[in-house]
């Protein structure tokens, strides 16, 4: 019964994977950030903050959609005194 | 040319990806458009590899071609074709053995300027690429349509030319999906029209199903908007009434069947899965 439930709800369909693939595709494209550059990125803003806070946890840098515009995502978890 | 009259709108239309059905669309929105009584002039710019003529069945009436009236060799009048079918529509065919290179985009606009007064719709059907052919077709535009199918590479191609177009300031760009099959969107193997309108984020102009009778008006160079009971054709039909101002409502392929509302409770209720 699990097993017939957990089908129906878990969506695997290729139009499903057609739009992850598209999100994270077109937003590389239009950035002109490739996986190598964000691993970058978050490389060396971590280092920029780690110099004056100490962090906790663990941060996330990623570009976020709004319409046709991308933001810079990050979320730098600190540790608390 | 009187004062008060409207200059005609020059609109493009474009896709990145080849085969996606850019032509169709021009053949098949200017002949809906002049059948509503609009003047209208279609240009090929696919220079080299042109295809409108051919598709709007004017193949064997062509005298003259663009570069030659942009070479001086011809006037632009000698050189437009008129379409026996439909009064108001004339084509101003693409050269064959020439390229892209050959023309350039402020004689694309030189054109465009001496149409306006005479026509309400210049239309262009832009080269596949984001070349120098590009560059003419946009050149002189007002308004872009961008020409997609329900496909992850046709998508990101658009999603590209969009971004160019923005880039080029273009404030009215309008999307028509071609070949959409609403089965295989609901069977969960085709993106739906509201995935495409998220992921590139301009307003819709028309929907056009898939439809084997495209094929066949292609074969005998008629354009579908004169088949009343296509699908396609209705499809395109509309695009021109919208394009005219008609406000007309969208066909909803919204899956309603008991297992996709089962399946959207499941995931509202169990949103990460």
Redesign the interface.
């Known amino acids: 019964m699990l097993d017939f ?2 089908r ?4 695997n ?4 994977q ?2 992850d ?3 994270v ?2 937003t590389h ?2 950035t002109g950030a490739s996986t190598q550059l964000m691993e970058t990125l978050k490389e060396e803003i971590l280092q920029v903050i780690s110099r004056h806070v100490e962090i906790e946890g663990k941060p996330d840098v990623r570009i976020i959609r709004e ?2 515009r991308s933001a810079l995502d990050i979320n730098i978890p600190l540790k608390g005194r | 040319m009187g004062k008060n009259k409207e200059k005609g709108k020059v609109i493009v239309v474009t896709s990145g990806k080849g085969g996606v059905g850019k032509t169709t669309t021009v053949a098949n929105i200017s002949s809906a458009l002049a059948r509503m009584g609009h003047k209208i002039v279609v240009m090929d710019l696919d220079i080299g590899l042109k295809k409108l003529d051919l598709i709007l069945g004017l193949e064997n009436r062509i005298i003259y071609d663009i570069v030659q009236v942009i070479e001086g060799e011809c006037t632009l009048k000698q050189a437009m074709v008129k379409d026996k079918r439909f009064p108001h529509l004339y084509m101003l065919p693409a050269a064959q053995t020439r390229n892209k290179d050959d023309i350039k985009p402020e004689q694309v606009k030189v054109i465009c300027e001496q149409l306006r007064p005479e026509f309400d719709y210049i239309i262009i059907d832009c080269p596949a690429g984001i070349e120098q052919g590009f560059r003419n077709a946009i050149a002189a535009a007002d308004s872009a349509i961008v020409v997609t199918n329900p496909e ?1 590479s046709a ?2 191609d658009a ?2 030319i ?2 160019m177009l ?1 880039s080029a300031e273009f404030k009215d760009i309008k999307l028509v999906v071609n070949r959409l099959q609403a089965s295989m ?1 609901k ?6 029209i509201d ?1 495409l309108l ?2 590139l ?2 307003d819709l102009l028309g929907i056009v199903p898939e439809d084997r009778k495209v094929l066949i008006s292609t074969n005998k160079g008629e354009p579908i908007v004169l088949n009343g009971n296509s699908a396609a054709g209705t499809a395109f039909n509309n695009i021109a009434r919208r394009m005219n101002g008609e406000e007309l409502d969208f066909p909803t392929f919204e899956d309603d069947s008991f ?1 996709s509302k ?2 959207n409770l ?2 509202n ?2 949103p990460n ?1």
Do not use: Q
Not at chain 1, 8 to 11: A, E, H, K, R
Not at chain 1, 13 to 16: D, G, I
Not at chain 2, 187 to 192: A, H, I, P, Q, V
């Open positions: 439930l957990k129906i709800f878990n969506d369909s290729s139009r499903k057609a739009n693939r598209l999100r595709v077109l494209d239009r319409g046709r | 992850v998508v990101r999603d590209r969009i971004g923005e969107v069977s969960g193997d085709m993106l739906s995935d998220e992921h984020c301009i297992w089962l399946r499941g995931r209720l169990f899965k």
